[in-house]
Structure formats: structure tokens, C-alpha cells
């Protein structure tokens, strides 16, 4: 999978269907701005941006409140949430490898404050979502943080990989599952992480979010 572009508005998904509803490395943003809940809904891939994938949650942003603090930062005291405005998710599911891919993301009112958030929510949440014997793997230079980790997600041995990027004012992940132990490989994950990285820069420079997999 590469990277192509599109001209195209996106959102959020899963974990909120509950409710219903520094410095800039290469390939960073260029303006750290906060964005908008709009902004933040048009960075999340949509099916337009995913060929070959379905969408299964549409993309949507919420604002963020108590409910979606415990679901984006669930550590004690909802650590990694403070000063953020917004979550946002959408998930896809392929079916020729069976597998499965959540994007996620935490826009912050500034820079400094997704930064001082970034460690906080890799070491005590996400980084151990791809399980205890995950291994860390590159994911070139993309945004102005970024961590992945590659292992196990299910009790037969699935792969299971999780993704984690700073881009200006917004923490972004990917969580990616497959059921088949071929399902997903590193550089499939790192096409989607740097998908979401590329429409998160966009996004700050004002531009509308076009970035997306090329099928």
C-alpha cells in the first residue's frame, strides 16, 4: 500500500458509537494550529481515502468531555487528556486479509500540550496494545513523534500492531488486528500511519485532508 491523494471530507468511530453519535521532524506540520472539531473529523480516513477496505464505524469527532476522557486517556486520572478538545475515530475492516484498523486521535490546544501528553499515553496505555512481547519497528519520519510497536493480538497468535504520532497539536494512532497471522505485515502499518500523519499536517496547514491509500 502507498500513499495517494484525494480531495475529500472524513470523521470518527468505534469507541464512540457509544455514545451514539515543538520542534517539526520530517513530514511534520508546518503550523502548529488547534484545530476545529471539523478539522479534526475531516483528518480521519473515510472510505474515499481507504480502497480495498470497508469502513465499519464512519469517522466522527466529539468533543471531549468525562465520557470520552475515559475512553481516549484510560489511565489514572485520565492522564494525557488534560488541555484537549477533541476525539475523534474510524475503523475499517478488509476482508481478502481479515483484517481490522482503528484511527484514532486527540486534538490538544497546543502544541506543548500534546507533547507533554505523547509519552504519558504511549508508556501507560497504548504502547502495550499490541501485547507484552511486542517489538518495536520504524515507521520512518513522519510527524514530530512517533513510536510503533508490532506483536500479538489474540490468543492464537494474531498480529497485532499499534502506531502512535505527534503531528503540531494532535496525538494519532493506528490500532491494526488481522485474524489471519498473514493478515497485516509492518509496512502495510506504516502506509496507514503515515495516511493519517499526512492528513493531520494537512489539516494544520489549513488545507483540507486528501492523503489516502493508493488501492
Same mark, same amino acid.
Given at each position: 500500500?502507498?500513499? /495517494?491523494?484525494?480531495?475529500?471530507?472524513?470523521?470518527?468511530?468505534?469507541?464512540?458509537? &457509544?455514545?451514539?453519535?515543538?520542534? =517539526?521532524?520530517?513530514?511534520?506540520?508546518? *503550523?502548529?494550529?488547534?484545530?476545529?472539531?471539523?478539522?479534526?473529523?475531516?483528518?480521519?480516513?473515510?472510505?474515499? @481515502?481507504?480502497?480495498?477496505? *470497508?469502513?465499519?464505524?464512519?469517522?466522527?469527532?466529539?468533543?471531549?468531555?468525562?465520557?470520552?476522557?475515559?475512553?481516549?486517556?484510560?489511565? *489514572?486520572?485520565?492522564?494525557?487528556?488534560?488541555?484537549? /478538545?477533541? $476525539?475523534?475515530?474510524?475503523?475499517?475492516?478488509?476482508?481478502?486479509?481479515?483484517?481490522?484498523?482503528?484511527?484514532?486521535?486527540?486534538?490538544?490546544?497546543?502544541?506543548?500540550?500534546?507533547?507533554?501528553?505523547?509519552?504519558?499515553?504511549?508508556?501507560?496505555?497504548?504502547?502495550?496494545?499490541?501485547?507484552?512481547?511486542?517489538?518495536?519497528?520504524?515507521?520512518?519520519?513522519?510527524?514530530?513523534?512517533?513510536?510503533? /510497536?508490532?506483536?500479538?493480538?489474540? $490468543?492464537?497468535?494474531?498480529?497485532?500492531?499499534?502506531?502512535?504520532?505527534?503531528?503540531?497539536?494532535? &496525538?494519532?494512532?493506528?490500532?491494526?488486528?488481522?485474524?489471519?497471522?498473514?493478515?497485516?505485515?509492518?509496512?502495510?502499518?506504516?502506509?496507514?500511519?503515515?495516511?493519517?500523519?499526512? /492528513?493531520?499536517?494537512?489539516?494544520?496547514?489549513?488545507?483540507?485532508? =486528501? @492523503?489516502?491509500?493508493?488501492?
Amino acid at each position: 500500500m502507498t500513499m /495517494r491523494t484525494h480531495r475529500w471530507c472524513v470523521a470518527i468511530a468505534a469507541a464512540l458509537l &457509544l455514545a451514539g453519535c515543538g520542534d =517539526s521532524g520530517d513530514g511534520g506540520n508546518d *503550523k502548529a494550529v488547534a484545530l476545529s472539531k471539523e478539522q479534526v473529523r475531516e483528518t480521519l480516513p473515510d472510505g474515499e @481515502a481507504m480502497p480495498g477496505w *470497508k469502513e465499519s464505524a464512519r469517522p466522527t469527532a466529539v468533543q471531549m468531555d468525562k465520557l470520552y476522557r475515559s475512553q481516549a486517556c484510560p489511565i *489514572k486520572g485520565n492522564a494525557g487528556c488534560e488541555n484537549s /478538545r477533541f $476525539f475523534g475515530a474510524s475503523t475499517f475492516r478488509h476482508d481478502d486479509n481479515a483484517a481490522t484498523v482503528t484511527f484514532l486521535i486527540i486534538a490538544y490546544d497546543s502544541e506543548q500540550a500534546a507533547h507533554a501528553a505523547y509519552d504519558v499515553l504511549w508508556d501507560g496505555y497504548y504502547g502495550k496494545r499490541a501485547g507484552q512481547k511486542a517489538k518495536a519497528f520504524e515507521i520512518g519520519s513522519i510527524g514530530d513523534e512517533r513510536d510503533a /510497536r508490532f506483536g500479538t493480538s489474540g $490468543f492464537l497468535g494474531e498480529p497485532g500492531a499499534v502506531t502512535q504520532t505527534r503531528v503540531g497539536t494532535v &496525538l494519532l494512532w493506528t490500532e491494526t488486528a488481522a485474524t489471519d497471522k498473514g493478515g497485516i505485515d509492518e509496512e502495510a502499518v506504516r502506509d496507514l500511519a503515515a495516511v493519517l500523519a499526512e /492528513r493531520a499536517r494537512q489539516a494544520q496547514n489549513g488545507d483540507t485532508p =486528501s @492523503a489516502g491509500l493508493d488501492g
